[in-house]
């Protein structure tokens, strides 16, 4: 057998060593990539453990939501009937929806589930709905005198309560506060707040925050010494914030400012580690603190403020209206709130089969209920007009038009002239605050056409029994009318010379709890010639 070459074996011993060489450095990556598959496999596992626990948040929101619905369905209207229920369901679709979005936002699936909530979102509370129940449940702690503690716990009404409110959605009322300038409400929510933190084992809000907007708004309603003493609780808590360490060095020169005018005056200055009383004023319009406001807030509390001079004379009866066909076999039953000028509420005088009718057409033509702007003369919203109404014409329906001829009967008032039924629905603090109903001359006249004249009487039926609030109450005579079920009131608004009686100034309470639906029925000048003859004396 023949030698290899000295070449050959120079080109073989090479080629050896080249193998070598490439499975050495391939062994070397393969170990590091063993030890890279453990690190991703840990990695994974964390991936999988955040997936999870978002996953488990998103369980957890659903079961939320359905524990939620499930128990407010039970009797949807009685639950959003109550202002903090409705407050809480409405912040559940402007503030905490926006999380649900963001954990399922670029997930896989995601696409389908993002736009199911588009597609719902006409029918979902919105911004507006958030700030216009915030306004509410201000609206009704003024009007009713209520403490935050009261609403907070959910006790302030007799019936249908509340849950009680966490630390967060306090203090997301008075961020509204915040908004609008509002001290007094932001205050006294602040306060709320850092009372409801005290208790809260599943702690929704920082501290530190609650503390920091609390102090601005103690020194907003001049509580300066309130304002150090949370300040250095906040301290206590974040030892190093330069805003709070900036805040004590002005709170002491204002409390040292305070103590040299006091010494001054020759007064005694407040001992240092003694808090003086909090003070919380409630600033207003000029109109809000005048004597007719606080007169119709008293009203709407149920306060006796104006007496009632004819109070032994007013009676309950009975009435066929003049032995009217259709009152002979059904008289009305009456009774009587004030003798001069004339109020009285008329009871059982819409069935309720004749209430859900009207209801039922009224419920989608329902829009914000407007005024006439007496400079424009235009219809126009207005904040101190808080309902939803529809207009109804007696020839859309049997029943509307059942309903005009029981009032003409009652009233002997001709209908030729009456405006169409109006129905409107109080919901959460609605109201309506004091106002005439005629035009008052020289001011609003051109609101209604001469051939129609002034508006001269008011008919309002009842439709619910409001758990709280919502009272008819007229300002200037005191007289209260309950909203009861298939009543109505009734009052002329005209003199019998036919000028305005401002005696007739009204107002529609907030309501607290319930829903409060009425229906109007307005009647002019023109027509009413023999039935409601003019007075031949000015002025009466």
């Known amino acids: 057998m ?27 990556t393969l170990t590091k990539a063993l030890q890279y598959e453990k690190a991703l ?112 716990d959910g006790t302030f009404t007799p019936t249908n309560r509340s849950p009680p409110m966490s630390a967060l959605d306090c203090f997301q009322l008075a961020y509204y506060a915040y908004g609008k300038q509002d001290w007094h409400h932001m205050f006294s929510w602040m306060i709320q707040t850092l009372h409801v933190l005290d208790t809260e084992e599943n702690v929704t809000i920082s501290r530190s925050q609650t503390l920091d907007y609390l102090s601005y708004a103690a020194t907003m309603q001049g509580n300066v010494h309130h304002a150090k003493h949370w300040t250095l609780e906040w301290l206590k808590l974040e030892p190093n914030h330069d805003r709070a360490l900036s805040n004590i060095l002005y709170f002491n ?41 606080q007169v119709y807030e008293a009203l709407c509390r149920g306060e006796d403020v104006l007496p009632n001079p004819h109070v032994h004379k007013l009676s309950c009866y009975y009435t066929t209206s003049g032995d009217n066909p259709l009152l002979v076999l059904a008289p009305v039953k009456v009774e009587e709130y004030y003798l001069d000028p004339y109020i009285v509420l008329y009871h059982d005088v819409i069935s309720d089969k004749e209430i859900k009718i009207i209801k039922e057409i009224s419920t989608p033509m329902l829009k914000r209920a407007t ?49 169409d039924l109006q129905i409107q629905n109080y919901g959460i603090g609605g109201q309506y605050e004091p106002h005439c109903d005629h035009a008052r001359r020289h001011k609003e006249m051109s609101a209604f056409p001469p051939e129609e004249g002034n508006r001269i009487a008011t008919w309002i039926y009842y439709f619910d029994e409001v758990d709280a609030g919502g009272l008819t109450v007229f300002t200037q005579l005191g007289a209260k009318i309950p909203p009861k079920k298939g009543s109505a009131a009734f009052w002329f608004n005209l003199k019998p010379d036919g000028q305005g009686n401002d005696l007739m100034r009204h107002a529609g309470c907030p309501v607290l709890s319930g829903s409060k639906w009425v229906a109007n ?10 039935m409601q003859p003019c007075g031949l004396a000015p002025n009466k």
Not at 109 to 137: K, M, R, T, W
Not at 393 to 408: A, F, G, P, V, W
Not at 521 to 530: D, I, L, S, T
């Open 2 to 28: 023949a030698k290899p070459s000295p070449i050959l074996l120079l080109v073989i011993t090479h080629a050896i060593a080249l193998v070598n060489t490439e499975i050495f450095t391939a062994l070397t």
């Open 41 to 152: 496999a840990g990695n994974l596992r964390e991936y999988v453990k955040l997936e999870q626990e978002r996953l488990q948040k998103v369980l957890e929101l659903a079961d939320s939501y359905e524990r939620h619905a499930e128990t407010a369905l039970v009797d949807a209207e009685s639950y959003v009937a109550n202002p903090v229920n409705a407050y809480l369901f409405v912040k559940t679709f402007t503030t905490d929806l926006p999380k649900t979005k963001e954990l399922v936002s670029g997930k896989q699936n995601s696409e389908e589930f993002l736009q199911l909530l588009e597609d719902y979102q006409p029918y979902l509370p919105d911004e507006e709905d958030f700030e216009g129940v915030v306004a509410a449940i201000l609206r009704l702690q003024d009007t009713y005198q209520l403490t935050s503690q009261q609403i907070a």
């Open 253 to 293: 020169k204002e409390i040292e400012q305070e103590q040299a005018k006091l010494e001054s005056e020759g007064q005694s200055t407040p001992h240092p580690d003694v808090l003086p009383s909090l003070k919380n004023p409630r600033v207003t319009d000029e109109y809000r603190s005048g004597k007719e406001f």
């Open 371 to 419: 005024v006439n702007d007496p400079a424009t003369g235009k219809l126009v919203t207005a904040h101190y007009r808080v309902s939803r109404s529809a207009w109804l014409k007696d020839e859309m329906n049997d029943t509307i038009q059942t309903l005009s001829n029981r009032i003409s009967a009652i009233t002997h008032l001709n209908m030729e002239q009456a405006e």
């Open 521 to 530: 029925k307005w009647f002019h000048e023109r027509g009413q010639e023999f």
